[in-house]
């Protein structure tokens, strides 16, 4: 069972494999993602994250969800060095994790829901749990920033998240925190991680640092990258390979 | 990462020298020990993702593993002497000296911090390993797409419309 929808102004996809879908689940999911636009959106003047820009909500009146934010982001500055940061030109900004976040909620409530084999995405960054019962692991395609109508990857996942941030759209909008400049040295960088929002974060955070971005990931437990330079070379962790499917 | 590194075979280094010297005041006595400072630990900022701070703590007392015998050449006694818990910013090295002959002749490593994935990587291990290809278009079949793309597209359109609103 597949549904795909428009959240958080952005395409996401559920996949449920288990014969015991109820088409009700995607219901449930979409109203918490819908829960999370109106919190965090920087476009609704109502939302959380512009109240407390606008000095209209102090922290002893966050709801609970943004407190958690708040903690998992000083989790991620502290991992990062500082390289992810919510906090910047004195703006409260935390959507850089709030679409990692978001796919992590629904992931949960499906294992909840006692579901094994599913797949959640929103714009290109997944949590791929269990399997297609023809294969031993979800197959997922890396798209080529150069041509988004080719993939330059396949690997297959199974229990893990994938993320991937890039230059190649939007200019070097991922600023790098600490220098104050763009960074503009990977084109696209593609973090695998043991759950999506690890990968997001990371993926976010490395992306920032640059070229120096892969030995940082390098030095990661449990994280492979893959990044494609401005060059059209492509450098990746060494582990990265175990998830690679060779095709001809 | 090759600073620290330096950093933490200097304190190495200079453990030694400190142990060799004291070694050698001492070489009349009942029980010669290596030992090197113990600073107090402090916590590091690691990249592990933590719940909890890691638990390390220092060995208390310096123990020699095997009865030193009496000799009369070389300037130390016979054993195997470990030396207390230090740390070496990334964590605790404990090291054990070995004397033959009187001499100094090996020294083992007995703790590693392997707590933290940087500090294994210092401990003689080498640098993290990266790899590099050429992009290669590939042809099969896939569940799911990966890419930086959609959002950017669904940026555009959300601008568009926040911006549309605001007019």
Redesign the interface.
Known sequence: MKKTI?TM???A?V?VLDESANPALFDEIFAGWQLIDERFSP?KSTSEVNQINAGQLSALNYSQQMIEIVRLAA?VK??T?GYFDVWRQGRFDPSGIV?GYAIQQAASWLEAAGYRNF?V?I????ELRGQ?STSTG?????????D?S?????VELKDRG?????T???GPHIDNPISGGAAEELI?L?VIAEDVF?ADSLATAACAMGRAG???L????GVEAYA?LPD???????G??QYV?E?? | MNIIRKYAQITIVVALLCAIVWLRRRSNESVAEVSVAPPKPTPEATTEPAASSPDVTPTALPTPISTPTPQSSGQYRDGAYTGQSANAYYGYIQIQAKISGGKLVDVIFLDHPSDNRTSQLINGQAMPLLKSEALQAQSAEVDIVSGASASSEAFRQSLASALGQAS
């Open positions: 428009t102004g952005m395409p996809t996949q476009y989790e502290r991992q060095a679409k797949l995405e714009a290109g960054d997944i297609p979800w197959r997922v395609g890396l798209e080529n920033p150069f988004r080719q993939l330059i990857k396949i994938i993320a991937t941030s890039g190649y759209i939007r696209s593609t690890r892969l030995t940082f390098a030095q990661v437990e494609v059209r070379q492509a450098i990746f962790t060494s990265f390979e499917v095709t001809s």
